[in-house]
């Protein structure tokens, strides 16, 4: 079992910056790939931002070159920096973890508008 908080949303105005935080508990050792994602009103659910237990990161064309994925040295804290943030980014974003069963958190708003 892993448990899964995410903090950091809010309000931030076109061009701005936000920092996602996803703190982790639980089964860490089994966990294989952590990744944020985020879901539009009327859309899919869609991965922003992964990484894999080896390392290995990868980001949705949308994002790349804004976004940063990062974790700690301990595994148990996951962080999304969000930079040159546009309306389009509005959504809700989940962490996410796979052992491989999949876990996730609660969601965080993150709402981008002037």
């Known amino acids: 079992q892993v448990q899964l908080a995410e903090s950091g949303g809010g309000l931030v105005q076109p061009g701005g910056s936000l920092r996602l935080s996803c703190s982790a508990s639980g089964s860490l050792f089994s966990i294989n790939f952590m990744g944020w994602y985020r879901q539009a009103p009327g859309k899919q659910r869609e991965l922003v931002a992964g990484?894999?237990?080896?390392?290995?990161?990868n980001y949705a064309g949308s994002v790349k070159g804004r976004f940063t994925i990062s974790r700690n040295n301990a595994r148990d804290m996951l962080y999304l920096q969000m930079s040159s943030l546009k309306p389009e980014d509005t959504a809700v974003y989940y962490c996410?973890?796979?052992?491989?069963?999949?876990?996730w958190g609660q969601g965080n708003q993150v709402t981008v508008s002037s």
């Open positions: 996410y973890a796979a052992t491989p069963q999949g876990y």
């Open positions: 990484i894999t237990s080896g390392g290995s990161v």
